[in-house]
């Protein structure tokens, strides 16, 4: 069964912060993306890997920054949390050419006081 | 700029009824139209796609229409059952590794 494995479902850190959020998937997929979800707002790509080390940026990357060592695993980055970055964060993956059926982790709600 | 679909709207439905979410989308080059759905905890999860040049397309117990002419896309799903109880959200990919999602939908099931 396919598998997005975020690691956190909750975390609550404090303004200025460095926060690692981690993400890895078992399907070998080439594809993998960093979403925030805030009520009203739908989805909103903050940063998209198309393979290792590769990154491009999305909607709203301010603030952030990604890192792909692996191919399973997408980390985010929140340099220096701040409290308008809290917000649901949701990682998915999907196949290189299929960008359109993405599979989803559970997300990590991420609390910035 | 890009948007699809509405603030959040909610829906409510009798179990074994019918359903039908709709969204509207902007941008005509898009090349698929796809539904997802988020239950309470959960992250989205994949339901169907439409591709640009079809109108419509059947899965289980889903059917989703796309008209091209006045950029609108629905999901409609027969005989509604408790386990549907969720946010549903319309997208679609505008080319490369970008999605456009729209707010969601919130269905309610009544038993």
């Known amino acids: 069964d396919v598998k997005v494995t975020q690691s956190s479902r909750y975390l609550v850190k404090r303004t200025g912060e460095k926060v690692f959020l981690e993400c890895v998937q078992d399907?070998?997929?080439?594809?993998m993306f960093w979403y925030r979800q805030d009520p009203g707002l739908g989805l909103r790509l903050i940063y998209f890997?198309?393979?290792?080390?590769?990154?491009e940026k999305g909607d709203i990357p301010e603030g952030y920054s990604v890192s792909r060592e692996k191919k399973e695993r997408f980390s985010l980055i929140l340099e220096s949390a701040s409290t308008n970055q809290t917000s649901m964060y949701l990682c998915?993956?999907?196949?290189?050419?299929?960008?359109?059926?993405?599979?989803f982790g559970a997300g990590t709600r991420l609390s910035v006081l | 700029g890009e948007s699809v679909g509405l603030h959040l709207p909610t829906l409510s439905v009798q179990e074994g009824d019918n359903s039908i979410i709709n969204c509207a989308y902007s941008?005509?080059?898009?090349?698929?139209f796809i539904w997802y759905k988020q239950e309470s905890g959960k992250g989205p999860q994949f339901i169907i796609d439409i591709r640009s040049n079809m109108d419509k397309r059947q899965g289980q117990r889903v059917t989703v229409l796309l008209n091209k002419t006045v950029k609108h896309l629905s999901l409609q799903i027969a005989a509604t059952q408790p386990g549907d109880s969720a946010v549903y959200f319309c997208?679609?990919?505008?080319?490369?590794?970008?999605?456009?999602f729209g707010a969601g939908t919130r269905l309610f099931v009544k038993a």
């Open positions: 399907m070998d997929h080439e594809n």
């Open positions: 890997s198309y393979d290792v080390k590769m990154k």
């Open positions: 941008n005509s080059a898009s090349d698929y």
């Open positions: 998915a993956s999907s196949l290189l050419d299929r960008v359109n059926i993405q599979y």
């Open positions: 997208a679609e990919h505008t080319g490369g590794f970008k999605t456009i």
